[in-house]
């Protein structure tokens, strides 16, 4: 009798297994088919109106006529972008919760913060990059400083060293001039305020040196004559600053940098799933009205395979904590 239930036992477990691995081919089978039959939703990190969710919102728009689908944009603010990534981290691994993940979120989160609920190697499956654009390194249009050499030779030569204006502990701005310093040994020191916009207006009126800032924000001042740009960080010159040099240009390869957007899903998404909303993604990039709006600060849109953006979040993962680890920078 005892044999016969144990018989039974394996029997049903087998049947069981079975049945549960065909389930998962079918699901499989149905999602590489039918994806996507009902909307989207993509999580931004960051408040409404800023640059990060209007890119992603006009990007989504011409996604939604490739795809055939709405793709819905929701904000999720806060925590350096934390609060986005643990939701989309526990969402389901189905294709219709992606995160518009960028180089804050995938990247310098995973070098500054020791404890991240949800990583972005190990949380998430890669999708592909939407749009990448340069920092720039700018001055007062009335400071004696006329170049990045100028720069460095003058903070090397004053007592205290001069003074950078930093939009926070660990942002990429920090990050950058930090890495400006640990390649030159130029001697700044921080001047930290809550955001971008309060330590870009000290650099404007000439209370603070210098600032890595982005092009979005500082363009306008630039082209008002009331900012000096000093140099870029992107491989090329930007069509908006023509007569401004790369860092490569002045032998500093190191300081090429790019911040950058992407999507992402959860962990567990289905190969399929990532494919088709990448190729959807190389079908718009091309998109005359979407690069004339990245090209307003200067940014470009770019498209990935989700192999090449899994390369691409692990290099720059690299790449930042080199800089945070011989800088001692995290924050608890």
Not at 122 to 144: K, Q
Not at 153 to 167: F, N, W
Not at 232 to 243: E, F, H
Request: charged share 20%; glycine share 10%; hydrophobic share 45%.
């Amino acid at each position: 009798m005892r044999s016969s239930r144990s018989a039974f036992r394996r029997g049903a477990l087998v049947t069981m297994s079975l049945a549960a691995l065909l389930a998962v081919a079918s699901a499989a089978s149905a999602t590489a088919g039918e994806y996507p039959d009902h909307p989207i939703r993509v999580i931004v990190p960051w408040p409404a109106g800023g640059v990060a969710d209007s890119g992603t919102r006009r990007t989504a728009a011409l996604m939604e006529k490739v795809l055939g689908t709405r793709m819905v944009i929701e904000n999720r603010p806060g925590a350096s972008g934390q609060i986005a990534t643990e939701f989309v981290a526990k969402a389901p691994p189905d294709g219709y919760t992606l995160i518009a993940g960028d180089i804050s979120t995938f990247g310098v989160n995973a070098c500054v913060f020791p404890h991240l609920k949800a990583h972005p190697l190990r949380d998430f499956e890669a999708i592909t990059l939407r749009n990448r654009g340069p920092m720039m390194l700018v001055v007062h249009s009335g400071s004696p400083v006329r170049s990045v050499d100028d720069l460095v030779k003058r903070s090397q030569a004053e007592a205290d060293g001069l003074t950078y204006a930093s939009p926070g502990i660990g942002t990429l701005q920090h990050l950058q001039m930090e890495r400006l310093l640990q390649a030159t040994g130029a001697r700044l020191r921080p001047v930290v305020y809550k955001g971008e916009a309060p330590g870009l207006v000290e650099v404007v009126g000439g209370q603070v040196t210098a600032m890595f800032t982005f092009p979005a924000v500082a363009l306008p001042h630039v082209q008002s004559g009331k900012l000096r740009a000093l140099a870029v960080t992107s491989r090329s010159r930007i069509a908006a600053l023509p007569d401004t040099p790369t860092f490569s240009e002045l032998g500093r390869t190191e300081l090429d940098a790019y911040a950058w957007g992407g999507f992402f899903a959860p962990k567990g998404t289905p190969a399929p799933v990532l494919d088709r909303i990448a190729k959807a993604m190389a079908q718009v990039s091309g998109d005359a009205g979407l690069r004339a709006f990245a090209a307003s600060f200067g940014a470009e849109p770019v498209h990935s395979t989700p192999e090449e953006t899994r390369a691409w979040v692990r290099s720059e993962i690299d790449r930042l904590c080199a800089i945070t680890r011989k800088a001692g920078i995290r924050v608890e």
